[in-house]
């Protein structure tokens, strides 16, 4: 099981070089497809494949992180899985020290990142429009596990920050969806230092606009609510486009209220009421629009 990478704990040479030396890099993920200036590797060793994530190069000036930030961002993804070890996540295998910061070893997850570039999103054939057109029974169990991976996060006292569709991988095979990504997650409620915090604008929080809004699990739940309205409707409350129950619709309505207060007050909360609302869907005609385009 690739042995060269997986007992390794530290090594003094570039990390690409490293890879290139042990096994076969058969993928690179660079500035062509993210802007975070971190570097990641699909690396084939012995006949397995793993996922290494990298800080980058400290010498590129391009990124909006600063390397060092990009460093402390992927050792906390580290902590992160120390203590969440859930059905939803790729395994952590190891985390090696490079002369650039830690490289964080995984397994390779196959399938489609669900998240699509703005400009391809609207194209039948992209994986998020795929996914949008799977039957709500099958959305339905992929955002149960979403839901259930956040609600055990939360429980072990972590935020999700700069969570949307880019963070799934989403196998059309199998029919099984992973988390991917969890880098910006932060421990405990904090203060919105920013103004606009990192993320996508179709599934944030009013407070993750607002310098000094409280970050916290209700956020969290406003996060999970627009989930569900983006893969299970056009975007909006609209019973009309909503493919399921209306039982679910108004937990997810009461997850999305503007004001936190009218909110489920913690993620545990909302969970306990999507559960009750998913027994009941069975007792109810789920409306069957088709999903169109946000």
């Known amino acids: 099981m690739g042995r060269l990478l ?11 070089v490293y890879l290139r030396s042990v096994g076969e890099v058969f993928a690179e993920f660079g500035d062509l497809t993210q802007d975070s200036g971190n570097l990641s590797y699909g690396v084939q060793i012995e006949g397995e494949r793993h996922f290494v994530k990298t800080a980058g190069r400290p010498e590129d000036p391009r990124p909006f992180l600063t390397h060092e930030q990009r460093v402390e961002l992927l050792r906390n993804a580290a ?3 120390d203590v969440c070890n859930h059905f939803t996540l790729p395994r952590l295998y190891r985390v090696i020290e490079s002369p650039a910061g830690p490289m964080l070893v995984y397994e390779w997850i196959d399938g489609d990142l669900v998240g699509t570039p ?17 039957p709500s029974s099958t959305v339905l169990a992929a ?3 979403v839901y259930d991976l956040h609600n055990e996060l939360a429980r072990l006292g972590w935020i999700a920050v700069d969570f949307y569709d880019g963070c799934l991988i989403y196998d059309f095979v199998s029919e099984r969806l992973r988390v991917v990504d969890l880098d ?7 203060q919105n230092k920013l103004g606009r915090l990192f993320g996508s604008s179709r599934f944030m929080a009013p407070e993750e ?14 996060v999970m609510g627009r989930t569900a ?3 299970l409707s056009d975007g909006t409350d609209n019973p009309d486009a909503f493919r399921a129950s209306r039982a679910l619709l108004e937990v997810i309505v009461k997850a999305c209220a503007p004001v936190r207060s009218a909110r489920f007050d913690s993620m545990a909360s909302f969970y306990h009421a999507w559960r009750e609302a998913r027994k009941k869907a069975d007792e109810e005609q789920p409306i069957s629009a088709p999903a169109s385009s946000d």
């Open 79 to 81: 902590r992160l899985y």
């Open 229 to 231: 309205l983006i893969f």
């Open 6 to 16: 997986l007992d390794c704990t530290s090594i003094d040479i570039p990390a690409d």
């Open 118 to 134: 703005r400009a391809l999103r609207e194209e039948p054939g992209s994986a998020f429009q795929r996914f949008r057109r799977l």
């Open 184 to 190: 910006m997650y932060r421990q405990g409620p904090f």
């Open 143 to 145: 955002l149960d596990a």
């Open 209 to 222: 606009f607002k310098t000094g809004a409280l970050i916290d699990e209700q956020t969290n739940v406003f």
